[in-house]
């Protein structure tokens, strides 16, 4: 949610209050890459997959965390990370990409290279007729394919005024489309070996340094409203590579018995207060099927405001089931916000699967699936 | 019954005289139980009682358009001294970003930082900012919680938690007569033991549960879940 500091506040005046200072209305819907909910207002980002744009009920509210529970080998997981790295790239918003196994510029690097023209439209109308028939009461099946219909003829990313892309995956982005954005960066080992041991909170000293490194940018850039004459405002898109990992020095992953089972929980915690001040997203895959102690994922995901869980089938009994010729894994809706509403607008169904093409990762209805692939046997 | 400047009918407002110092207990199971958080608050801000609302899980505007909604102002209440807001996620930033003089003692978020588990400050919080001062023409007081739970994510222990219960009910509902109403989250198959024994024993505690609790069979658009009424307490009869 887009709430902005009033001008003047300090940290040290309790009485304020982070205060909505411009209305609901035009003013942020001028924010490339972004579109009010049509339920509540509320201004939504897209996931850089148009097709879970449409499972989490239009697209990510700017303010909240998408947190991702990691399939078992984080290929799918890191898919998505890219996807809304690369969504940010089209949309020219800014971003901070913070990892303690990958230097960010190479995560960059790595990027899908979005989709612009009409050779898309074609090879996807086919498969449309296909799985048209089959899903008469699938809406957001609909919803997704009128994508298709929006003008097609992009020139440049910056004229963009789609919401949600598609992207190729075996091609990289271009490096004069990453040069045209502005990003920050965090890389572990990088930080850890600049300045000397500290250690605040009581919490893992990477994830202290990274909540100072984001709060600092979000200060410095004036995402948090700080600078109200600042003509044109921004998103920043935060992505955080597998938090919770041994490499961010957190023993969760690695034992029964960690030593600190609160740095996680306490770490969200702050970064949720930082989310909720700026105009900002944050994606975060953690290594769930990793943590042993299972309390500590209810918690993390009680303090997350949207989670999803991938389930790929690379190794398991299903890779041969004819069922799932097509399809790669399982998405796990698990949680959805309620911001600024008593209730959740959701689509009503829970049982997905993927499939992943070169040009295209959709997510389809198991049951419709399943019904289907008994029809043509 | 003199005229309450609220907007609350006959019923409701006899309800209110009955039940005070109590302890609700709100909980919920596979579903958001927050709806019930919103509807405590905007009843007890229109029936005119002073409300110390703990909210540790959302910003400040998120409650307030949906009491908009509900048709309370919450800035408005704020302003006129009827409503104290506690906004847990602005008071950790303070304590984590903020300069070491600036926060002092009394950021009633402070155990984050500190000794991690003394919930002294925030009790001193509730108690102050409900204690009567002689302008005061509000009705009983109400210590609203949303959600317990998040405590226990922020490293403070069961027994701390249950012991800032204690002390606030000491202090709201014996002393002040005031009503105290508790979110907390809790599932069938959850492995988290904290919580369940905290949830467990609040259970114990209080005088009314009210249970949300998602369906069984799944998830569905238009139904979103039951709620249960446990534990509830004898009216006794108000008729003129």
């Known amino acids: 949610m887009a709430a902005l500091a009033t001008g003047g506040a300090t940290p040290s005046d309790g009485a304020t209050s982070f205060q909505r200072k411009v209305p609901a209305s035009s003013r942020l819907a001028a924010i490339a890459g972004t579109r009010p909910s049509v339920r509540h207002g509320q201004l939504l980002l897209s996931s850089g997959l148009p097709s879970l744009d449409c499972v989490l009920g239009g697209g990510l509210a700017v303010g909240t965390l998408l947190l991702i529970e990691e399939d078992k080998y984080g290929i799918y997981s890191n898919l998505l990370f890219k996807y809304f790295l690369a969504e940010g790239i089209v949309c020219g918003h800014n971003l901070f990409v913070a990892s303690a196994k990958e230097d960010p510029a190479d995560i960059l690097k790595e990027l899908p290279a979005p989709l612009f023209d009409d050779v898309h439209k074609n090879q996807v109308d086919e498969k449309e007729t296909a799985i048209k028939s089959k899903q008469e009461s699938q809406e957001s099946m609909k919803i997704a394919w009128r994508y298709q219909n929006l003008p097609k003829m992009e020139v440049s990313p910056a004229a963009s005024a789609r919401f949600g892309h598609y992207y190729d995956v075996s091609k990289t982005v271009s490096p004069e489309l990453l040069k045209s954005i502005k990003w920050h ?120 405001d949207t989670v999803v869980g991938l ?10 089931n004819p069922l799932y010729k097509d399809y790669q894994g399982l998405i796990h809706v698990h949680q959805i916000p309620r911001l600024n509403s008593l209730i959740c607008d959701v689509s009503g169904t829970k049982d997905l699967a993927f499939r992943l093409k070169r040009k295209q990762f959709t997510i389809e209805n198991k049951k419709i699936i399943n019904i289907a692939t008994l029809i043509n046997n | 019954l003199s005229n309450p400047p609220s907007s609350l009918s006959f019923l409701e407002g006899s309800l209110l005289i009955v039940f005070q110092g109590k302890l609700t207990l709100l909980r919920d199971t596979k579903t958001d139980g927050s709806f019930l ?45 009827q409503l104290v807001f506690l906004e847990g996620l602005k008071s950790c930033f303070d304590v984590f970003f903020g300069e070491e003089q600036h926060v002092g003692q009394t950021n009633p978020l402070q155990f984050v930082s500190k000794d991690g588990s003394n919930l002294k400050t925030m009790y001193e919080f509730v108690r102050t900012s409900l204690m009567a001062s002689g302008s005061d023409s509000w009705k009983c007081p109400v210590l609203l919680v949303d959600d317990l739970s998040v405590l226990l994510s922020l490293g ?71 709620v249960k009424l446990a534990k509830a307490f004898s009216l006794l009869p108000m008729l003129p």
């Not at chain 1, 930080?191 to 490194?213: A, D, F, V, W």
């Not at chain 1, 389930?311 to 041969?320: A, D, L, Q």
């Not at chain 2, 024993?201 to 249970?211: R, V, Y």
């Open chain 2, 156 to 226: 403070v222990r069961p027994v701390d938690v249950l012991d800032f219960i204690h002390y606030c009910r000491v202090a709201v509902c014996s002393q002040l007569k005031g009503n105290i109403v508790v979110l907390v989250h809790s599932n069938d198959d959850s492995e988290d033991e904290e919580n369940e024994l905290v949830v467990n024993s609040l259970c114990h505690q209080s005088n009314l549960i009210l249970w949300a609790e998602g369906l069984a069979t799944g998830f569905c658009k238009d139904v979103h879940g039951q």
């Open chain 2, 37 to 81: 958080v919103h509807h405590f608050l905007s009843f007890y801000l229109k029936a005119g009682c002073k409300v110390c609302f703990v909210a540790l899980l959302q910003s400040f505007s998120h409650y307030n358009i949906i009491a908009q909604k509900l048709g309370v102002s919450l800035t408005a209440a704020k302003e006129r001294g």
């Open chain 1, 311 to 320: 389930e790929s089938f690379i190794g398991s009994e299903r890779e041969t």
């Open chain 1, 185 to 304: 960066r965090f890389f572990l080992p990088e930080e850890m070996s600049l300045h000397p041991e500290i250690k605040t909170c009581n919490m893992t000293c990477g994830y202290t340094r990274l909540l100072q490194s984001i709060q600092r940018i979000i200060y410095q850039e004036g995402f948090d409203g700080s600078y109200p004459q600042k003509k044109q405002k921004n998103i920043l898109r935060i992505g955080i590579q597998s938090l919770g990992s041994v490499l961010w020095g957190d023993d969760i992953c690695c034992t029964d018995n960690p030593e600190d089972i609160f740095s996680l929980t306490k770490f969200l915690y702050v970064l949720r207060g930082l989310l909720r001040m700026s105009l900002s997203a944050c994606i975060i895959t953690v290594p769930a099927h990793l943590i042993q102690n299972k309390a500590i994922m209810e918690r993390v995901t009680n303090l997350s």
